[in-house]
């Protein structure tokens, strides 16, 4: 741990990358789509009742689209306005993770655990590709401190606390936000014995608190589809929007209720984790392995908080019929407290020349020189042309890594740091250039920036068979999709529209022979966020990419 205010200095670095990706693009399918329900809401004004595209939203409560569109009412619309919420979020739960750690091990555990968290790819990702899981995983580990902290010293304000971090948690994503502290709390108290906070009363006010917290949300819920059953939503019949919101979104997913579902496999999540908490991922594993074996010994002496909290939501998730990679990031936290812990009990014992300090020596120098190649390979070959500044840093950090990882002669010199420069390094390339190059290639914004700099108004712009949140989140407008000939007939019997479609619907356009194509923009296409290998090279590119159009349009005249 470094001392006075140089301990500060990581987490400033850690801000500065976020604050980068705060001005990259919003991200289709889901970044995209949460930014636009948020610019909706504000335009709208509807703030218990959720949509999305003018139709009922059922699948995500409402914590990031109030603070999103708060964020836009302040800021303007914007991508770092939409971003910005999250982002601080972080950093609540990075602080809330080293005092967890603090907590329940010392402070330089609880420091190690902030930077774990802060410095994994995983959350390197969630702060420029926004979706709920900043939120979610911030206030659900406030939450668990807020417990852990009122646990030891009976003070009201921790309990008042961990009731506004568990309603928060439910209001990003559902009782996932309450499961999780009671997992990781409950575990620790039942293999512990300690059967005084098992049943003490004041949980039933917490809960009373969440429960009056959260009851907005569930008045809308009650206002928009129990009053109104039948709505159906995604295929399913909706009889109560509150009952699908307590159970059959979360709960749904592993009883099958739940229409949601995917042949992954059980291990989905075991290859997740690995990359997703690089460059972590080893000292967690031989960490937490250290940890089981130890509360295995003396279960009554360990903390079952980060064992409890981690391993049976993993498990949940595991089981679920439908799963995506940041579902379990909301666990991350707790991985981050464990190798927080790990790697203060490694700092005690290891001498620099011993063989687990030599073993630690060449396993965080694998990574270092993975991430080195792999970033270089997409800044020199993939995406070419990074500009000066961002090779000045990412050249000063990716050095310090090695000077560190070859000439370190403290322990944390050679375990630590040089993991995280380096993922600092990678990061810095990926924010400031990599995904900017990347998402040229995401059509949407630049139609949307094409026709609003022609003065084009939004109710003259249709699409065609073909279409992405984010051409209405930078639209600045709702965009009307339109999916057959007589229907777009029908609308340019009004005057002439700007059709924003694909190769298929142009063609159908010009084989029909009933509209005229005035003037056209042709737009290169790819869906970034699946990625593949003849993508990333250039040799290959321009055949995996599609063309997007913004045709002027009107009838053809008859002879």
């Not at 789509?33 to 009922?56: F, H, P, T, V």
């Not at 800021?75 to 603090?102: D, H, Q």
Request: glycine residues 6%; contains cysteine.
């Amino acid at each position: 741990m470094l001392s006075g205010r140089e301990s500060y200095l990581p987490f400033i670095a850690l801000l500065l990358i976020y604050i980068i990706g705060m001005f990259i693009d919003v991200m289709d399918v889901d970044a995209s789509q949460y930014a636009s329900i948020s610019r909706e809401m504000l335009e709208s004004g509807e703030y218990l009742k959720l949509y999305n595209r003018y139709e009922d939203y059922l699948d995500k409560p409402p914590l990031l689209f109030w603070t999103a569109a708060l964020s836009n009412k302040l800021f303007g619309i914007s991508n770092f306005s939409y971003k910005l919420p999250s982002v601080l979020f972080t950093l609540l739960g990075l602080w809330s993770t080293f005092r967890l750690g603090e907590l329940l091990y010392n402070r330089r555990a609880g420091y190690y655990a902030a930077l774990v968290l802060g410095s994994c790819q995983a959350w390197f990702l969630i702060n420029h590709d926004v979706r709920t899981d900043t939120i979610l995983a911030g206030s659900t580990i406030f939450a668990i401190w807020q417990l852990m902290a009122y646990t030891q010293t009976n003070r009201l304000g921790y309990l008042i606390g961990a009731a506004f971090g568990i309603a928060g948690a439910m209001l990003t994503k559902g009782p996932i936000g309450l499961m999780v502290p009671a997992l990781a709390l409950g575990t620790h108290f039942l293999i512990r014995q300690e059967w005084r906070q098992v049943f003490k009363w004041q949980w039933l006010c917490m809960l009373a608190i969440v429960a009056l917290l959260i009851s907005p949300f569930l008045y809308g819920l009650y206002l928009q589809y129990d009053l109104e059953p039948g709505k159906v939503i995604n295929s399913m019949v909706i009889s109560s929007g509150i009952k699908f919101y307590l159970w059959t979104q979360s709960f749904g997913r592993l009883t099958g209720e739940n229409s949601w579902k995917d042949d992954s496999s059980v291990l989905f999540f075991t290859h997740t984790f690995l990359w997703s908490f690089l460059p972590w991922s080893i000292l967690f594993l031989i960490g937490f392995w250290e940890q089981v074996k130890a509360a295995l010994k003396k279960p009554k002496l360990q903390e079952w908080i980060t064992l409890g909290g981690f391993v049976l939501p993993f498990i949940a998730f595991s089981l679920s019929k439908f799963k995506l990679p940041h579902y379990i990031y909301v666990v991350f936290p707790l991985a981050a407290v464990s190798t927080g812990a790990f790697v203060d009990r490694l700092l005690d014992r290891a001498e620099p020349n011993d063989r687990m300090s030599t073993v630690f020596r060449w396993v965080q120098g694998l990574i270092v020189f993975v991430l080195l190649l792999l970033v270089l390979l997409l800044v020199l070959y993939c995406f070419p042309g990074m500009a000066w500044w961002i090779w000045i840093g990412f050249t000063g950090l990716a050095l310090s890594a090695l000077w560190l990882l070859f000439r370190g002669t403290k322990v944390r010199n050679h375990t630590i740091w040089p993991s995280f420069l380096m993922i600092l390094a990678a990061n810095l390339a990926l924010n400031g250039h990599v995904y900017p190059k990347l998402l040229q290639y995401q059509s949407y914004k630049k139609a949307a920036l094409d026709l609003r700099s022609k003065g084009i108004a939004p109710e003259d712009i249709v699409t065609f068979k073909e279409g992405m949140h984010s051409l209405d989140f930078y639209s600045r407008a709702i965009i009307v999709n339109i999916q057959d000939l007589d229907q777009l007939g029908e609308r340019l019997s009004r005057g002439a529209l700007w059709v924003y479609t694909n190769e298929a619907g142009k063609e159908e356009m010009e084989t029909s022979g009933r509209f005229k194509i005035q003037d056209y923009q042709n737009y290169q296409h790819y869906h970034v966020t699946q990625l593949t290998l003849p993508f990333l090279n250039p040799a290959t590119r321009a055949k995996t990419l599609k063309t997007r159009y913004v045709l002027l349009l009107n009838m053809q005249k008859q002879e």
